[in-house]
């Protein structure tokens, strides 16, 4: 497999500006380029225009909630999404679950946690080593 440099590219869709700049300010200590959105209806927009390498989004927020977060999943199927609610309860983790969501963090949630699983999930992308068959 050929290989080349790339960074990962992470989509943060938080409607809660300082929530949104405090997990960008995390993201960006890792080492990825950070596309933002502000609502759902933004977030599906940039999924469209550029598939990002992993989707961290809120759960409620405008144009938000598990429906949302499928159309997300129809939108990117195998990009890693990671959840983040301050509302959420057994069911919606379930459902979650169910839609293809890959790590669930109720807020408020350990920052050392949510970097861990970015890292799980974006694997030899967060070093910029991205087969050829998975560039754009």
Known sequence: M???RKRAV?????DDREMRSL??????????SIQEAADGDEALRLVLES?????LTD???????????????TFAPG??????????????KTDASAIGVEAYFDKPFRLSELRGAIRRLLGPALDGRIGSDNTR
């Open 2 to 4: 050929v290989q080349e």
């Open 10 to 14: 992470v989509l943060v869709a938080e």
């Open 23 to 32: 997990l960008c300010d995390e993201l960006y200590d890792l080492g990825v």
């Open 51 to 55: 598939r990002p390498s992993l989707i």
């Open 59 to 73: 759960l409620r927020m405008p144009a938000g909630g598990l429906d949302y977060v499928a159309r997300l999943r």
């Open 79 to 92: 990009v890693p999404m990671v959840l983040i609610t301050s509302f959420g309860d057994q069911q919606t």
